[in-house]
Every structure is written in C-alpha cells, then in structure tokens.
Nanobody
Framework: VQLQASGGGLVQAGGSLRLSCAASGRTFSRYSMGWFRQAPGKEREFVAVITWSGGRTYYADPVKGRFTISRDNAKNTGYLQMNSLKPEDTAVYYC????????????????WGQGTLVTVSS
C-alpha cells in the first residue's frame, strides 16, 4: 500500500491542524494505521494508532486528550486531528500501515508515507 501524508504547516501554540493520510494500491481497510513523529535530533516516536476497523485507538501519553486519530475506509484515508498544539509537537509526522494487530513500535510497520512537517510556534 502507498501512503501520502499531508496537512502539515505552521501554527501558533494552542492552534489546530488536521493531518491526512491517503492510501492507494491495496485494501486500506485491511491495515492498522499509525502516526509517528520525528523531531530534529530525536528518534522517531509513536503518536497514535487505530485498528483496521476503527474500533480501537491508542495514544502516546504526550498527546492524549489533544489528538484524535480516525479513518474513513470508504475514502481510503486516515486522519490525525491535533488540537491545543504545543511547541514540543513540532516534528515531521509520518503515517504508517501494518497488517495484524495495532502496535506502537515503528519497526513493526510495513508501509510508510513520506512525512509532513508540523511547526508550532510559541
């Protein structure tokens, strides 16, 4: 499956952005979808994941209550709604897909999008 992330940009602290992840090539609904991010000089870290059906979601502690992951399998698209953004959320955000159960470990994901940059100014 090919993934294309979009929606990043520059936003002030406290603002919101919605990232999208468009999938093509294979049946998107067969895959769990995750979002990861990587800030300059830091390792890639888990943000959120949603199961293939959308029935379960899981979030990293730093984003709980602020970010919401969702998907529309009819549109082959996943989303990450980010509210109350903080400067520490600044990073390149990647969407990824994997078969099987959802995971917070980036090395378990089979497919990756190219990343979209989110910059939060203070």
């Amino acid at each position: 499956v090919q993934l294309q992330a979009s929606g990043g940009g520059l936003v002030q602290a406290g603002g919101s952005l919605r990232l999208s992840c468009a999938a093509s090539g294979r049946t998107f609904s067969r895959y769990s979808m995750g979002w990861f991010r990587q800030a300059p000089g830091k390792e890639r870290e888990f943000v959120a994941v949603i199961t293939w059906s959308g029935g379960r979601t899981y979030y990293a502690d730093p984003v709980k209550g602020r970010f919401t992951i969702s998907r529309d399998n009819a549109k082959n698209t996943g989303y990450l709604q980010m509210n109350s953004l903080k400067p520490e959320d600044t990073a390149v955000y990647y969407c990824a897909a994997k078969t099987g159960w959802y995971s917070a470990f980036h090395y378990e994901y089979d497919y990756w999008g190219q990343g979209t940059l989110v910059t939060v100014s203070s």
